[in-house]
């Protein structure tokens, strides 16, 4: 089930990257605009100097920023960069039946508090009367090395965290699911980012073999519209 840009995206150059959620780009027209960028990682490798980007144009008057950046080219694929909608794509594979390992359950919930205390939310949360929950964390990649998709571009000290408490729900002996979303058309496989993140790369290692499921899908990209569609190999 695909994800369809509303209101259509608006093309233009990419200037430069700043403080995390800036982004500036030149339309057009030769107008400079600051978009919203939402996407907190370091994008390496997306961000080079006019490389073509789209914009949600935001009608809000209440709102500073009147666009949010959403895909960029980097010349051998469309990358989606907004961080907001994996959840939202991996759900809608889930119910479509496209990400088959999450196939026959009767009901999927979205940022359902669990962990210590209930102080964390998990992405999704599937049940069904006849087996035990499965709580699914979804990750945006973006970052490719060679012909591999690759997870975190920077240090992730709450990605780890993430990985601690999807561990602690197998002990208790419900499933756990991490599902990393390329939102890229260019990567052969993926593989945790040693270099970026040594200690959550180790971590997700372990955690595998202690009962953590894994599994890498990547998207179908225009600027119309983004679809998950094919599952990446996962090297550990």
């Not at 209101?7 to 500036?24: C, E, G, N």
């Not at 990358?79 to 999927?108: E, R, W």
């Amino acid at each position: 089930m695909p994800h369809i840009f509303s209101p259509s995206l608006i093309q233009a150059k990419l200037v430069k990257r700043y403080k995390r959620f800036f982004l500036d780009a030149e339309l057009p027209n030769g107008e400079i605009v600051t978009a919203h960028c939402a996407n907190t990682g370091s994008m390496s490798g997306l961000l080079d100097a006019g490389n073509p980007v789209w914009l949600t144009p935001v009608d809000d008057p209440k709102r500073k920023l009147k666009f949010s950046l959403q895909i960029i080219d980097v010349g051998t694929s469309l990358v989606g960069v907004n961080t907001m909608l994996p959840n939202h794509l991996v759900s809608d594979a889930i119910l479509d039946g496209t990400i088959k390992q999450l196939n026959n359950y009767s009901n999927l919930e979205k940022e359902v508090k669990y962990g210590v205390e209930g102080k964390s939310r998990i992405d999704i949360l599937l049940t069904d009367d006849e087996k035990p929950p499965c709580y699914v964390e979804v990750k945006n990649v973006t970052l490719k090395v060679g012909n591999q998709a690759q997870f975190p571009d920077a240090v992730t000290a709450r990605g780890a965290k993430h990985l601690d408490e999807l561990l602690a729900e197998v002990k208790k002996g419900n499933r756990a699911v991490m599902i990393y979303l390329v939102q890229r058309m260019d990567c052969e496989s993926f593989s945790p980012s040693d270099e970026k993140d040594p200690v959550y790369s180790a971590k997700l290692r372990e955690c595998v073999k202690q009962g953590v499921e894994a599994y890498c899908y990547s998207c179908k990209i225009n600027p119309k519209q983004i679809t998950v569609y094919k599952e990446l190999e996962i090297k550990l």
